[in-house]
């Protein structure tokens, strides 16, 4: 983010309509603001109202931040069950109105209504061919599956039947999906004949067989007829869904889960080791996404809504399926990508659909808007009412074409500023209350309570104008309570550096007015077109290859995705750097993670700079690929100061 980004100021206010029509104006904004936090306790009580409970709560919160001790509750005697609220109890009312709308990959085929009736009937149905696989209350289940109306069947049939699911990205590599299962344990794998995007198809259920060779024999797949493409199939552990939902039944009563039960799991990049399990449980986190989702969105009954995430990250969790179907909402689910057919499509979808609210990545906007304007201007944009981002910091050219181009200068942007572990929005402006600035996340959500601290002394740095890392204070429902199965590795990464705080990993700048600015992670991870990874991940996927010494990633600035991934390998002695040896590294990377992990450029590095003690300085190696190289720093300390000489003057591209 240039530094420009940061001393952006104008302000855009919200319109007149915009602010008589929202569920929270200034106003309203200080006050609940103030109450949140004067007496967390009350407000929480008052929000947990929005969720139908089988035994109403009379605990509100029970948390405790202290290192070695961290334990975080919230409505922790009342049960309720996730479905009920996001189905059921919308049936009476609302039975017929349009639950998902699903959009499929290529505009030629038809696109799918579906009503809250008809969720709850093919809920019920996978609910009870889950449990006919042997699933029960607090099994894991795996989810793998291309963006159609089976992932969210998928997911809900689990939290029907207190099942946890834990959901892969379709993109993710065999190996991979086979780390994630064999991490949770997992009984099933839930996956598709194949995933079509963008005109292409990924080969799921193959991706599964290759995963499954990794697992347990036990561990049983459930294949969701998409395409028809030619699949193998094991007996006995291979199941046709299609087949079996026509025999299932269309009820299942839904489990009574504790609060503080677990909903899913979903594996994040952290910056060290492997990914981690975060963990979500019921009753808070579904208050959270609820009432974010209706406030920020600014989500009334009727409108249309619309999410271009993929269910295999957090927003797809809270802001495609949770949170809106449990304010009884219209949600739209997407199969493609922005550019396919063409870099119309996601307007194309808008008109066709009458969007109201529309929330995407910076990276989408971005590379959109190197397209041009004409492919905006080809669709009406009328319905649009709201326009959203998430995933990384916005940079001010990308905040004023989506402002002026597609929500034509009337539709308030919300910057929503959150983490897989937050399970909702921290900071965001909301719509009605707060004028905007291009690139900033503005306002603390209720009951958030940000801290920028000093960096070195943890102390908190009190007043305007000032930057350094972001923790929060206090607790919110939505928090993670866990890393599966590791409660130390949670305690360590989140609550060890500073004490008594959630520390965010992020840093962030509180400028002269109270408003803030997220200026990027501090640690080892990157984020390449809003997706989180772990330079450390890329790095053993590099080491793991035959010709690879040493490797050592960092992100660089990088026009479209945000950050790209600069990857410093060392080879083996025997080995020579070669443009062919270069092109396998990158399918190698691709292979072992992912297509999201392609590293976008590979340094030939002789030698990387370490310090005595072996400790590589990415400090340096990050000046390096940002072609910054007047500002290293002190490289006394390094055991060979002339590697950076050499690592300088061979600097990829240059
Ligand atoms: C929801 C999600 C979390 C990291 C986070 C931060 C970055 C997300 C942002 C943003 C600036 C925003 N991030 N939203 N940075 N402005 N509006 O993205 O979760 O995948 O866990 O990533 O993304 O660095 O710490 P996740």
Not at 125 to 144: C, P, T, W
Not at 263 to 285: A, D, E, M, N
Not at 563 to 577: A, F, K, R, S
Not at 601 to 620: E, H, N
Request: glycine fraction near 10%; include cysteine.
């Amino acid at each position: 983010m240039s530094p420009a980004a940061q001393t952006e100021t104008k302000l855009y206010p919200p319109a007149a309509d915009v602010v008589s029509r929202a569920h929270v104006n200034a106003e309203q904004y200080s006050e609940m603001y103030a109450a949140s936090i004067s007496d967390p306790v009350a407000f929480w009580a008052e929000q947990g109202k929005r969720v139908d409970w089988i035994k109403p709560f009379t605990q509100v919160k029970d948390v405790n931040y202290n290192f070695g001790e961290v334990s975080i509750n919230w409505y922790a005697d009342g049960t309720l069950n996730v479905t009920a609220n996001c189905i059921d109890r919308h049936l009476a009312t609302r039975g017929d109105q349009t639950a998902i709308i699903w959009e499929p990959d290529s505009p030629t085929e038809a696109a799918k209504h579906i009503t809250y009736k008809e969720l709850h009937g093919s809920v019920c149905r996978m609910a009870n061919i889950l449990e006919s696989l042997g699933v029960r209350k607090g099994d894991r289940v795996v989810i793998y599956l291309p963006m159609i109306p089976e992932a969210a069947y998928a997911m809900l049939a689990c939290a029907r039947i207190g099942a946890i699911h834990s959901i892969v990205f379709a993109g993710f590599s065999p190996d991979a999906l086979a780390a994630r299962v064999n991490g949770c344990d997992a009984k099933v794998v839930i996956t598709a004949d194949e995933a079509p995007r963008g005109g292409r198809k990924t080969p799921l259920k193959s991706n599964a067989d290759a995963a499954l060779l990794h697992c347990k024999d036990s561990v049983k797949c459930l294949v969701v007829k998409r395409t028809g493409g030619q699949t193998t199939w094991i007996a006995d552990r291979d199941y046709d869904y299609n087949e079996m939902a026509l025999e299932a039944s269309d009820y299942c009563k839904p489990a009574e889960m504790g609060a503080e039960d677990p909903l899913f799991i979903l594996y994040t990049s952290g910056s060290t080791g492997q990914p981690k399990g975060v963990v979500h449980t019921t009753g808070g986190y579904l208050v959270y996404a609820a009432m974010t989702h209706q406030i920020t969105f600014d989500y009334h009954d009727g409108d249309i809504y619309w999410c271009t995430a993929d269910v295999g990250w957090v927003t797809g969790h809270s802001y495609i399926v949770y949170g809106p179907l449990a304010n009884g909402a219209t949600t739209l689910m997407f199969e493609g990508v922005p550019t396919y057919p063409d870099a119309g499509r996601f307007w194309e979808v808008c008109a066709k659909h009458k969007v109201n609210q529309f929330y995407t990545a910076p990276t989408a906007i971005r590379a959109l808007m190197g397209q041009g304007t004409s492919f905006v201007e080809k669709h009406d944009l009328s319905d649009l009412r709201l326009l959203g981002t998430v995933g990384e910091p916005i940079n001010p050219e990308a905040w004023n074409w989506y402002n002026e181009v597609v929500g034509k200068g009337r539709c308030p942007i919300v910057d929503t500023w959150w983490q897989t572990e937050t399970g909702g929005h921290l900071m965001t402006p909301l719509p009605g209350a707060h004028a905007t600035k291009p690139g900033s996340a503005m306002k603390p959500f209720f009951g958030i309570l940000p801290v920028v601290l000093d960096p070195q002394s943890g102390v908190e740095i009190e007043g305007n104008g000032v930057e350094g890392v972001l923790c929060i204070k206090d607790s919110w429902p939505g928090q993670m309570r866990t890393v599966w199965g590791d409660h130390e590795r949670f305690q360590k990464t989140y609550f060890a550096d500073y004490k008594g705080y959630y520390f965010t990993g992020d840093g962030c700048r509180r400028d002269a007015d109270g408003d803030y600015w997220i200026t990027g992670r501090v640690d080892d991870v990157i984020n390449v077109s809003g997706h989180r990874m772990g330079t450390a991940e890329v790095e053993s996927a590099l080491v793991a290859h035959a010709a690879v010494a040493e490797a050592a990633v960092v992100g660089y600035p990088h026009e479209i995705k945000g950050q790209g991934i600069y990857c410093y390998v060392t080879l083996m002695n025997d080995q020579e750097p070669s443009e062919e040896l270069r092109k396998e590294l990158v399918k190698w990377v691709r292979s072992e993670i992912g297509p999201i992990a392609s590293p976008d450029v590979i340094q030939w590095a002789p030698g990387l700079p370490k310090t005595r003690s072996g400790k590589i300085m990415r400090r340096i190696l990050r000046k390096i690929a940002e072609n910054d190289f007047g500002s290293l720093g002190d490289t006394s300390t390094l055991a060979d100061p002339s590697v950076v000489d050499d690592l300088i003057a061979n600097r990829a591209g240059k």
